[in-house]
């Protein structure tokens, strides 16, 4: 058994789950991964095997098919199959937070219609917020929603759409004029049907390719434009609109948790992979684990991977009570995408020149571990949430 990153206080069906999805992800994941990655292939048979285990119901009511599992149970499994290839956590990443945004705020129809089915993974979600020019500035969304008589036009350019073309719901974050004085009221989220696939994949909507990237492959990314697609109210997320912005950063703040998982999944495997490297590489006569730069860099990396697993699994129990978690969420995601890198860059040293071949998996590691510090938004983003929250929990009196 690992000694790192070991979580306290689970039920024994937690433990049972997370057990089945370890043993999934060293059978079927790790061995796979460097084939399917360097072909920039989706992963089609692990998934298959994903929807097997219920990981895509994991988070959804049992009322409607899932597991009715915790976010914390989410967070750990999610850190288990980065642990195995990071893309692989991001098939399921979008998924989850259009099936939390369907729980929190859908109406009973919208759940009644989108849950079962997504709990099987026959309906698939992506979660679309960005645009060509809007990144962390969410109120420069551009991409409008117009009144017609029987429902809405909507036309734009939405960008960074993980699992963009499998997917087939998305939940799209627009403009609309509801004569609110804040821009944050005049924003409202639709759920968009589309069928899997590039080109157009519904009535005014396209998503014309995938987007090449230094890593995160196998899972696509992609662009989607909105050409007057018509779309009824009833795919309004709650039936009401002017709360699109509210109801996306609930979602983001479960997805920074998804985020910090990742991360130490990537961190944990790292570390797996630089220990087990210094024990076989012989330098000067001995192993180089046995050489003091290398040994403190090891104790380093483990001391690393601990704290962000604490800080994540924390800031995941946070969630599940229902309590107020922005600066949990955040600490989580900004230390853990960081140590992440170091930890990962750390391996990639103590692998040497073998680091940098294709034929060694940190490689691998080293351009999957850099999107960590911009998903979910940047370690500066992060801190600006932290500092104006503790700014108000600290404000002096008087």
């Known amino acids: 058994m690992a000694r790192l990153a070991q979580t306290e206080g689970l039920t024994e069906e937690q433990s049972e789950i997370l057990k089945a999805v370890k043993v999934f992800v060293d059978e079927q994941i790790i061995p796979a991964a460097q084939e399917l990655e360097h072909a920039d292939e989706y992963p089609q048979e692990i998934v298959d095997g994903l929807k097997e285990l219920g990981v895509f119901g994991l988070t959804i009511p049992e009322e409607f098919g899932g597991l009715g599992?915790?976010?914390?149970?989410?967070?750990?499994?999610?850190?288990?199959?980065?642990?195995?290839?990071?893309?692989?956590?991001?098939?399921?990443?979008?998924?989850?937070?259009?099936?939390?945004?369907?729980?929190?705020?859908?109406?009973?129809?919208?759940?009644?219609?989108?849950?079962?089915?997504?709990?099987?993974?026959?309906?698939?979600?992506?979660?679309?917020?960005?645009?060509?020019?809007?990144?962390?500035?969410?109120?420069?969304?551009?991409?409008?929603?117009?009144?017609?008589?029987?429902?809405?036009?909507?036309?734009?350019?939405?960008?960074?759409?993980?699992?963009?073309?499998?997917?087939?719901?998305?939940?799209?974050?627009?403009?609309?004029?509801?004569?609110?004085?804040?821009?944050?009221?005049?924003?409202?989220?639709?759920?968009?049907?589309?069928?899997?696939?590039?080109?157009e994949t519904a009535q005014g909507v396209t998503v014309p390719g995938k987007l090449e990237k230094m890593g995160y492959k196998g899972v696509e990314t992609t662009e989607l434009i909105l050409d007057g697609h018509r779309i009824s109210a009833d795919q309004i997320l709650g039936g009401e609109p002017g709360k699109g912005f509210f109801q996306m950063m609930d979602g983001v703040e479960v997805g920074r948790v998804n985020v910090a998982a990742r991360a130490c999944g990537l961190a944990i495997r790292g570390f797996e992979l630089g220990i087990a490297y210094a024990q076989q590489r012989k330098t000067f006569g001995k192993v180089i684990a046995e050489h003091q730069a290398v040994l403190f860099r090891l104790a380093e990396m483990a001391t690393k991977v601990e704290t962000i697993h604490a800080m994540m699994v924390r800031a995941a129990r946070l969630k599940d009570t229902g309590q107020r978690m922005d600066v949990e969420a955040g600490m989580a995601k900004m230390l853990a995408s960081e140590y992440a890198n170091e930890v990962v860059e750390d391996s990639f040293r103590i692998h040497g020149g073998y680091g940098y071949s294709k034929e060694y998996e940190i490689e691998r590691l080293m351009r999957e571990v850099k999107f960590m510090l911009i998903g979910e938004g940047t370690s500066d983003i992060q801190k600006m949430i932290i500092g104006r929250s503790l700014l108000k929990d600290y404000a002096l009196k008087g």
């Open 69 to 199: 599992e915790s976010l914390l149970t989410y967070a750990l499994v999610v850190e288990e199959i980065a642990r195995g290839w990071m893309s692989v956590s991001g098939v399921i990443n979008t998924h989850f937070i259009v099936a939390y945004l369907l729980m929190q705020h859908g109406t009973e129809e919208q759940k009644q219609k989108y849950l079962p089915r997504m709990a099987t993974g026959e309906v698939r979600g992506a979660f679309s917020m960005s645009e060509p020019g809007l990144g962390s500035d969410v109120s420069a969304v551009s991409t409008k929603a117009t009144k017609t008589d029987d429902g809405y036009s909507i036309t734009g350019q939405k960008m960074w759409l993980t699992n963009g073309a499998t997917s087939t719901l998305v939940a799209l974050l627009v403009k609309t004029d509801e004569g609110a004085d804040s821009v944050y009221k005049n924003m409202t989220t639709f759920l968009v049907e589309k069928e899997a696939g590039f080109g």
